[in-house]
């Protein structure tokens, strides 16, 4: 398996543009997680997914971000409209039934 | 994905020499711990895990302690190589699918 896998590595944006960021979790697995780190926060859990429903999005900051999995091989996390203080780096991760596995992240910059 | 902070603690040791990381963890409920390790652009890595019914788990070249009764784990690597050097995380489950995850310690290995 070639692990989780995010897309794009890198996006710059300009503030008030809309920003998709995707996850493509390992087959089998059945957790979902989305999560932040920044300097300031360490990682933060944004939010999960179970059999690709949202099971807690208390770490969602605001209305601005939202998270979607229309299926088991495929997520999205949509920062609209995105601002300068949402620059960090965003990791998708998958878990089944032991560990969970990181991908390589998206680093955002706002600006 | 940089995962330091301006603060983040740094243990440097000389190349062949043993390593021990620790962490306070915070919530007595927890379960189920996990160290990660995080070098420089890539996602953190699992390295080892421990349920609460032990207090010492081995893997190769590193061992996890867990002391309940202080609420206090650790990660010892023996023979420190230079490709250990990363940032490394210890992360907390209380019984259910979240990583609360530490602030991390950086690793420099000396030559």
Redesign the interface.
Same mark, same amino acid.
């Given at each position: 398996d070639a692990g989780v896998i995010q897309s794009p590595r890198h996006e710059v944006t300009e503030m008030g543009q809309e920003v998709t960021l995707r996850c493509k979790p390992i087959s089998g697995h059945n957790s979902l997680f989305w999560y932040r780190q920044t300097m300031m926060r360490g990682l933060e859990l944004l939010i999960y997914f179970n059999n690709n429903v949202p099971i807690d999005d208390s770490g969602m900051p605001e209305d601005r971000f939202s998270a979607k999995m229309p299926n088991a091989s495929f997520s999205t996390l949509k920062i609209q409209p995105s601002e300068p203080r949402d620059s960090a780096v965003y990791f998708c991760a998958s878990r089944g039934m032991g560990e969970a596995f990181f991908g390589q992240g998206t680093r955002l910059t706002v600006v | /994905?940089?995962?330091?902070?301006?603060h983040l603690p740094t243990l440097s040791v000389q190349e062949g020499d043993n390593s021990i990381i620790n962490c306070a963890y915070s919530n007595s409920a927890s379960d189920y711990f996990?160290w990660?390790k995080q070098e420089s /652009?890539? /996602?953190?890595? #699992?390295i080892i895990?421990i349920r609460s019914n032990m207090d010492k788990r081995q893997g190769q070249r590193v061992t996890v302690l867990l002391n309940k009764t202080v609420k206090h784990l650790s990660l010892q690597i023996a023979a420190t190589q230079p490709g250990d050097s990363a940032v490394y #995380?210890c992360a907390e489950s209380p019984g259910d699918?979240?990583?609360i #995850?530490?602030?991390?310690t950086r690793l420099k290995v000396l030559a």
């Open positions: - | /994905g940089e995962s330091v902070g301006l996990i990660y /652009g890539k /996602g953190p890595q #699992f895990d #995380f699918y979240k990583y #995850f530490g602030t991390g």
